[in-house]
């Protein structure tokens, strides 16, 4: 039995809403979400002649999304560069906020437990907050923290998709720990 080929003009209609949706949670501007959702028809289209129907058409696309995602953070992330030397200013270093071994947080630096946030309505909200939070990171530690905690790449993966070494990499989590911390305590969570 022959697969059903491809209908590309079909595309926006069956796909577009949960495409955008997709990319919609992963991305925080809706316009930046229809861009990548409009590259991925574009990029489909261009490799159509290469859809050997292994995967539903579906599937195919969310692939293709889902790379186009990457480069998006990838494009971010080389927007600017954190130096290893901005970490020890004010004397504070990795290993005063985060555990080496797992890079969780440690000690009295530690955000308190957050165990009136269970309602669904609380959670949402904590949701929202989190990612006008994340917005407000500059670029490259948004793309880091999107590809590392949303998309859940390893450190190895992130680093090779944007060039960054293993310390910076690390450096670039701890500010955006930092930094997302900060920005929900101002917001009035993980305080008591």
């Given at each position: 039995?022959?697969?059903?080929?491809?209908?590309?003009?079909?595309?926006p209609?069956?796909?577009?809403?949960?495409?955008?949706?997709?990319?919609?949670?992963?991305?925080?501007?809706?316009?930046?979400?229809?861009?990548?959702?409009?590259?991925?028809?574009?990029?489909?289209?261009?490799?159509?002649?290469?859809?050997?129907?292994?995967?539903?058409?579906?599937?195919?696309?969310?692939?293709?999304?889902?790379?186009?995602?990457?480069?998006?953070?990838?494009?971010?992330?080389?927007?600017?560069?954190?130096?290893?030397?901005?970490?020890s200013?004010?004397?504070?270093?990795?290993?005063?906020?985060?555990?080496?071994?797992?890079?969780?947080?440690?000690?009295?630096?530690?955000?308190a437990s957050?165990?009136?946030?269970?309602?669904?309505?609380e959670?949402?909200?904590?949701?929202?907050?989190?990612?006008?939070?994340?917005?407000?990171?500059?670029?490259?530690?948004?793309?880091?923290f999107?590809?590392?905690?949303?998309?859940?790449?390893?450190?190895?993966?992130?680093?090779?998709?944007?060039?960054?070494?293993?310390?910076?990499?690390?450096?670039i989590?701890h500010?955006?720990?930092?930094?997302?911390?900060?920005?929900?305590?101002?917001?009035?969570l993980?305080?008591?």
């Amino acid at each position: 039995m022959t697969p059903p080929t491809p209908v590309p003009a079909q595309w926006p209609e069956r796909y577009g809403d949960e495409l955008f949706s997709f990319a919609r949670s992963r991305v925080s501007d809706a316009d930046v979400a229809e861009e990548l959702v409009q590259e991925t028809f574009l990029s489909a289209l261009d490799g159509l002649a290469t859809f050997r129907a292994e995967a539903s058409e579906r599937t195919w696309l969310f692939v293709i999304l889902r790379r186009k995602i990457i480069d998006h953070y990838r494009r971010q992330a080389r927007a600017t560069q954190v130096s290893l030397d901005e970490l020890s200013e004010g004397g504070a270093t990795e290993a005063d906020f985060f555990a080496p071994a797992n890079g969780h947080w440690t000690g009295p630096q530690a955000p308190a437990s957050w165990l009136n946030a269970d309602a669904a309505l609380e959670q949402q909200e904590l949701h929202d907050i989190l990612q006008r939070c994340q917005q407000r990171l500059p670029p490259q530690q948004e793309a880091v923290f999107a590809l590392r905690f949303i998309e859940e790449l390893s450190a190895e993966e992130i680093c090779q998709e944007l060039g960054l070494s293993s310390a910076n990499y690390w450096v670039i989590v701890h500010r955006a720990k930092l930094q997302l911390r900060r920005c929900l305590e101002k917001h009035g969570l993980g305080k008591n």
